[in-house]
């Protein structure tokens, strides 16, 4: 995924900070990348080259890792989080077709951000909610019987809510400097 402007500073900045407080022993990898994963909120390749370079184990190896362990995430999560659960209750009722319907709404693939971040979408265990299965949870709030139609409902009022974030970043625009 291609970085955002200023993200390469941030991403070498929270290595070099991690590292410094490392004894760089290969054993501290896990604990590495947990605690860059925790400033960054995602593993990017350069971070996993920097680590791999200070902890002095090939690049192979960090990247099997964080591919290996489901704790590390690959992508950045976006600004509106939707995690399908796929737990045996929701998956019976067409849990993996609500899935499915967001990947086609969002034009990604479980596990992916959009390129935008604005949307990242995961696949997750059961969320304890089972009567109201299949459920989504969308920014922390749990969404019970959700069908294809519903999630189109979903994207509309993600949809509106970043038009509305827009337009109230620009409140100023077009207006003149005296007031
Ligand atoms: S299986 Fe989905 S909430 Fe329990």
Redesign the pocket.
Known sequence: MQLLEGEKEQILASVDEVLKNSSKLREDLIPTLQKVQAKLGYLPALAMEKIAEGLNVPAADVYGLVTFYNQFRLNPPGKHQVKV???????MVG?DITLESFERRMEIREGETSLDRLYSLERV??????T????VVVDEEVEGKVTPTRVDGIMLALQDEEKKSVTEQEPNQGRGEDS
């Open positions: 659960c796929l737990g045996t209750a929701c998956y849990g265990a059961c969320v304890g909610c089972c109201m299965a299949p459920v």
